[in-house]
């Protein structure tokens, strides 16, 4: 099966990490192009330095490279904002080329690997998919394996990372991660209503990624087949993302009409609340180890892009 080619906008560390990962591991890609806008960036020193064809004049310049006419993916790795102005290029450029969002602005449809991967590329009009966030693709999974069990009325996350780990693109994005997340949790997770909340950690030696989930459910739901999902669902995330794990056994805690919880924004509610508690360590493939929230989102969209281009081979194949 013909491999298809890529494109890397972004030569921070989420674009660098992405770039050796699809060199090291891809089964049905290979790097075209890594893409940034600062000349003396490390990104594309190592992109130079790997054989790689490497540009510092963004998305303009990618668009008059000659690789650019054998591109069949770009992962974008900058910014929401950026993103906006990256899109409207490439699709002038080559209308049906297909975009993976690494940043939360969400032009295309959310796409969480273990929960919706199929359903979202089984569209032929989708050639952006945006992966969320990082503590979307950490906490979603584990909302939806509730929901799949459960009805979940309310569903709130925290996502605790290293301040080392949040380099400029993260910090411009922090309300479009909220935002972004809280989305992703009712829209991908199945939540009725969903709330999300960062933090940047400053503690020394960095900690790894931690991310709290709870969601609420009614007092019917079964325990057991909660905790059978939520165990089933993150086995499948540690298989695209070794260092994701539960830290411990999945919590309940329920409430009724003599006890009710008071949810923030919602008021005082009964039901079962359940509590999954989660690390995310890296693969440190090219990020350190503690930066598990952004090996998680380069994995993800490296899954999605090697689907994307298992499909693609497939449709090949059938049509020769």
């Known amino acids: 099966m013909a491999k298809?080619?890529?494109?890397?906008?972004?030569?921070?560390?989420?674009?660098?990490?992405?770039?050796?990962?699809?060199?090291?591991?891809?089964?049905?890609?290979?790097?075209?192009?890594?893409?940034?806008?600062?000349?003396?960036?490390?990104?594309?020193?190592?992109?130079?330095?790997?054989?790689?064809?490497?540009?510092?004049?963004?998305?303009?310049?990618?668009?008059?490279?000659?690789?650019?006419?054998?591109?069949?993916?770009?992962?974008?790795?900058?910014?929401?904002?950026?993103?906006?102005?990256?899109?409207?290029?490439?699709?002038?450029?080559?209308?049906?080329?297909?975009?993976?969002?690494?940043?939360?602005?969400?032009?295309?449809?959310?796409?969480?690997?273990?929960?919706?991967?199929?359903?979202?590329?089984?569209?032929?009009?989708?050639?952006?998919?945006?992966?969320?966030?990082?503590?979307?693709?950490?906490?979603?999974?584990?909302?939806?394996?509730?929901?799949?069990?459960?009805?979940?009325?309310?569903?709130?996350?925290?996502?605790?990372?290293?301040?080392?780990?949040?380099?400029?693109?993260t910090r411009a994005n922090i309300d479009e991660f909220t935002e972004t997340t809280r989305q992703g949790l009712e829209v991908v997770g199945g939540a009725k209503r969903g709330k999300a909340i960062i933090i940047l950690n400053p503690a020394e030696p960095p900690l790894l990624m931690r991310d709290t989930v709870y969601t609420l459910s009614p007092s019917s739901a079964d325990e057991a087949r909660i905790e059978s999902a939520v165990n089933a669902m993150a086995e499948r995330v540690s298989s695209y993302v070794p260092g994701y794990r539960l830290k411990q056994q999945v919590q309940f805690e329920r409430f009724d009409e003599g006890r009710p919880l008071n949810v923030p924004g919602v008021g005082w509610v009964t039901g079962l609340k359940t509590s999954v508690f989660l690390e995310v360590e890296g693969a440190a493939h090219y990020l350190p180890a503690y930066a598990g929230n952004l090996d998680i989102m380069t994995s993800a969209a490296l899954a999605t892009a090697e689907r994307l281009a298992r499909n693609a081979g497939e449709r090949t194949g059938a049509t020769a």
């Not at 891809?26 to 490497?54: F, K, N, T």
């Open 4 to 169: 298809l080619k890529a494109a890397v906008i972004g030569s921070g560390n989420i674009g660098t990490d992405l770039m050796i990962k699809i060199l090291r591991n891809a089964e049905h890609l290979e790097m075209g192009a890594m893409v940034g806008i600062d000349p003396e960036s490390d990104g594309l020193a190592r992109a130079r330095r790997l054989s790689v064809e490497a540009c510092d004049s963004g998305v303009d310049g990618l668009v008059k490279m000659p690789v650019f006419d054998d591109i069949d993916v770009v992962f974008d790795a900058t910014s929401a904002r950026a993103h906006l102005h990256n899109e409207a290029v490439l699709r002038e450029a080559k209308p049906d080329i297909q975009v993976v969002d690494l940043t939360p602005a969400a032009i295309g449809p959310y796409c969480v690997p273990v929960v919706n991967l199929e359903q979202t590329l089984a569209d032929p009009a989708v050639n952006n998919v945006n992966m969320v966030t990082c503590g979307g693709q950490a906490t979603i999974p584990m909302v939806a394996a509730v929901a799949s069990v459960a009805e979940v009325s309310y569903a709130e996350i925290v996502a605790s990372i290293s301040s080392r780990s949040a380099g400029p693109g």
